[in-house]
Every structure is written in C-alpha cells, then in structure tokens.
C-alpha cells in the first residue's frame, strides 16, 4: 500500500495538520473520514473539525486536548472526540515536539461498545493509521524523509510504501 | 500546497459562527491555563491540589471543551497569577466580518485600534490589512492576501 502526506487547509502555523492519501484514491483518510460521517453526525463533524483548525492556527496541538495511548507501543496513536456527545472518534499521529499532526480516519463509537476493537470500522481505521505511523517511523530512521521542528516535512511530495 | 477540498468547504459553510466561537474561547482558556502550570513549574496533581479540586477535574479544564464557570476562571487567576477576564480594562473585542468570499474573519485588533474602527466606521478587514502589525491573528492577513 503506497501513500503520501497531503497538507491540510485547517494546518497552520501553530500546528501542521496532514492526512494520508492512498495512491489511486483521490481523497485524504481525513476528507473521507468527514464524507462518511457528516450526514448522520454534522454537529459533532463540525465540531472536530473546528477544533483541529483552533489547533493548526492558534493554540497548537497541547497534550492534554486530546486522549493519548489509542494505538499499539510505538505507533503514536491519539484520539480526538467530539463535544458535545462523544459519539465520534478520529484519530491521528501524534508528533507533539514537532508541531505536527497526522489525521487519520475514525468512525462513530456507540455509548454502548466498550472499546475500540469492538466496532470493526474503527478498529480498521487504527490498523491502518498505525500501519502509516510505522511505515513514516521506518521512512525517518531511513533517512529519506524529514519532520522537521516547524512541523513541516521534506520531501513534501514523499510516496510511503508499506511494503503490503 | 494545502489541500481545500470541496467536501470540507461545503461542511464549513455550515458553522455556526456562535459555536465556533465558543469552542474556540474553551480551546484557548484550555491553552494558556496549561501553559501558565507548565511555566510555574506545577504537575497537575499540584495545581489540583492549589485548586482544592481532583486531578481529573483539572484534565477535564484542560480538554478544550469545558464550559467554564466564571467562579472557575477567578480562581485559576489567582492561582496562576495570569489573567483570562481582561476585567477592569477594556477588552479586544473579536469583530467578525465577511470578506470577498463567503468566509467569515475573526479580527483581533487591539482596544484603541478597536475605537478607531468603530467611530469611523471602517470595514474590520480592510482596517487588519493596512495595519497588520495591529493584527494578532496571522492567519486573518494571510487569507486575505490569497484572496486579494
């Protein structure tokens, strides 16, 4: 699975926000994340996406804003939820020292599941999203490509491949 | 380049600039109260405990969405010894204002420039853009330049 970095109109100067995109595809996990859930949950959508553009532009991304320890050791896997209800998840790579973000997808989480892995859809979206974290970690320590402490990246236009 | 996609700019036109408003003044309280405890160099069990409060009432101030009480906001003051009333002075008002496309502005400009603005009936964005080193918001000129 090959993907790239695309930046984010809500990515500012406080905090660079950018979602994968799956080479073949036209749409960011973040764009399709708001297409699948904007119907049913355009409050609550609203709302994070609100948040993340406050993020990008004014306060930058802080720890306490969102829930760490949404992934495996290691992949950096953080969860932000709505306000009002807390029906949705979306999740993102943290890269907190870096003033970056990686947006991922999410899905609605009902009040009556108890954790992540009980709902296939957002159980998927994590796998992927940690798949992606791992294979930028791997592209790093290569070092064919850079977050650099602005939060912005080189090459911009890098294409991750999984190696699946 | 940033991505603008259509799909986010067709959810955008449907904010509601009060709630966008009030999710953003939760956020920035959020940001400066954890600020301010990391420069006096608490934990935050610490300031919990200066608060008289339980830690987890602290992490939930600290989410970017709690409705605080003014009571609260006093408090935290005095603890912090920082300011997020602006009582007493005049305050920078937030003029909200649309430009030459559908998005709204928030202007941050400062309280003399603010009485300027309004005794002379000056549009908020065109002021921000002659005098942006009154701007604080960066972003306003920014978005304004790529849309000039």
């Known amino acids: 699975m090959k993907f790239r970095l695309i930046e984010m109109d809500i990515s ?41 553009e406050i993020i990008g532009h004014e306060t930058g991304l802080f720890e306490e804003s969102f829930d760490s320890k949404a992934g495996k050791f290691g992949e950096n896997l953080c969860t932000l939820k709505d306000k009002p209800k807390r029906k949705l998840r979306l999740f993102f790579i943290e890269y907190l020292l870096k003033n970056a973000m990686i947006v991922g997808g999410g899905g609605e989480k009902p009040a009556s599941a108890r954790a992540t892995q ?25 070092g064919v490509f850079e977050i650099n402490d602005d939060g912005t990246i080189y090459p911009s236009d890098f294409i991750f491949d999984t190696g699946k | 380049m940033k991505r603008n996609s259509k799909i986010l700019s067709e959810l955008r036109k449907k904010r509601d600039n009060r709630e966008y408003e009030r999710t953003r003044t939760s956020m920035l309280l959020a940001a400066s109260i954890s600020k301010a405890i990391k420069s006096k160099g608490l934990t935050k069990s610490e300031f919990a405990e200066k608060m008289g409060k339980n830690p987890s009432v602290v992490t939930k101030w600290l989410s970017g969405v709690h409705n605080f009480t003014s009571d609260t906001l006093t408090d935290i003051q005095q ?7 602006n009582l007493g002075s ?12 559908s998005t709204t502005f928030n202007v941050f400009i400062m309280p003399d420039e603010y009485k300027k603005v309004k005794n002379e009936g000056l549009n908020p964005i065109s002021f921000a853009t002659l005098s942006n080193t009154q701007v604080i918001s960066k972003r306003v000129v920014e978005m304004l330049s790529s849309h000039d």
């Open chain 1, 12 to 52: 500012g100067d406080k905090t660079k926000i950018y979602s994968p995109e799956l080479i073949g595809e036209t749409k960011t996990l973040y764009e399709r994340f708001v297409e699948e859930n904007v119907d049913n949950h355009e409050k609550e959508v609203l709302n994070l996406d609100t948040r993340l």
């Open chain 1, 118 to 142: 009980d709902i296939p859809k957002l159980d998927s979206e994590n796998r992927l999203l940690g798949e992606i974290s791992l294979t930028i970690q791997a592209a790093e320590k290569a």
């Open chain 2, 79 to 85: 603890v912090l010894g920082i300011s997020l009333l």
């Open chain 2, 90 to 101: 005049e305050t920078s008002p937030i003029l909200t204002a649309r430009g030459n496309t």
